[in-house]
């Protein structure tokens, strides 16, 4: 029998060859598995549906936009809010007509109607008015993309945060105000214009984007320091005028540095106002056992602080501005309108 081996290596016949095909190797995966070796192959896969980053930062700038169209359209709805209460209030001001109070009752009239009601002469509600009208319309043009004068959103914007800024700024001095000059009073229109203003703040805050609002805080800081400084001038002048009247006619305030009552007068007048007053302290020596009351507070028979002396009339404990001025014949309600 004689036994013929093929060379593998040789090319096949004609009628077995087949067409010359090119192809990239795939890369393969050696799998171990009881003593066998198996090489798995891998196959690429290109995921066609994949967003690309150009789709992305599209994605998220509608994202951005569309959440400030919301923003300012809840500043216009919060600032009407504000302009048709201030604008209510503005009306009683002016026709000099008590206002419905809901909560607080006579002392919320008594705070409307205070001296505090004003800036330089200005009511309150209509600087409020004002405030709230503004951002009312800048709301509803930036959730518009209408703005006047060809000014652009991020200029929009700035305006619209540094309005909200300085009204929550007063507002919150309006609350120290409440607190510290009317304590255990209590004003519904004051709450709620607060309570508007702090979410202006707030809303605007987060159409601007806490990042950039870092860009800012120096000229929020600076509109703060400037409305916090117009305010407390504004009361101060409006205060020393009563002041200087009760000085010029010789009326005399008596205490004791010890008597918080009298702390609570002085305040109402304001700390630099208060200045001006002739005010006798009664224990300029201390107040301790075998101490003496002052000569001119004996001599004016003080029995209780304070004490005030005006064109010989005897008003005892703390006063109220109106009494002062019915006292002293300062027309009072002439110099708020004024």
Known sequence: MSIKFINISSSP?????????????????????NGWTRRIPMLRVKCLTEP?????????????????????SWCAGLGGLGFLETSYLTYLKLTNSDAFCPIGG???????????????????PL????????????????????????????????????????????SAYFLYILSTKFPGSSCSYCLMSALLSFSLFFTTIKAFGLQEI???VGLQLC?????????????????????????????KMYGAFWCSHC??????????????LDYVECFPDGYRKGIKIAKACADARIEGFPTWVIN???????????????????KLDDFILS
């Open 13 to 33: 016949p004609p009628f077995l060859r087949t067409p010359h095909v090119s192809f990239t190797p795939l890369p393969f995966i050696t799998q171990i598995k």
């Open 214 to 216: 870092q860009k800012v």
């Open 127 to 170: 600087i409020g008015m004002f405030a709230y009208g503004l951002v009312t319309i800048l709301g509803i043009q930036l959730a518009g993309k209408h703005l006047p004068f060809k000014m652009d959103e991020n200029n929009g914007l700035l305006i619209l945060l540094g309005s909200t800024t300085s009204m929550a700024v007063a």
């Open 312 to 330: 010989g009339e005897v008003l005892g404990g703390e006063q109220e501005l109106s009494e002062l001025a019915r006292a002293s014949g300062f």
């Open 52 to 72: 690309s980053r150009d789709m992305e930062s599209e994605a998220e700038t509608e994202t951005l936009s569309s959440a400030s169209i919301s923003s300012y």
């Open 223 to 251: 509109l703060g320091g400037l409305v916090v400084a117009i305010l407390s001038t504004s009361y101060n002048t409006s205060l020393s005028v009563p002041t200087r009247h009760l000085h010029s006619i010789g009326a």
């Open 263 to 276: 702390q609570e007068q002085k305040q109402t007048f304001g700390r630099e106002a208060a200045k001006l």
């Open 106 to 124: 006579a002392t919320c009239g008594d705070i409307l109607n205070s001296d505090y009601a004003s800036v330089f002469g200005v009511p309150l």
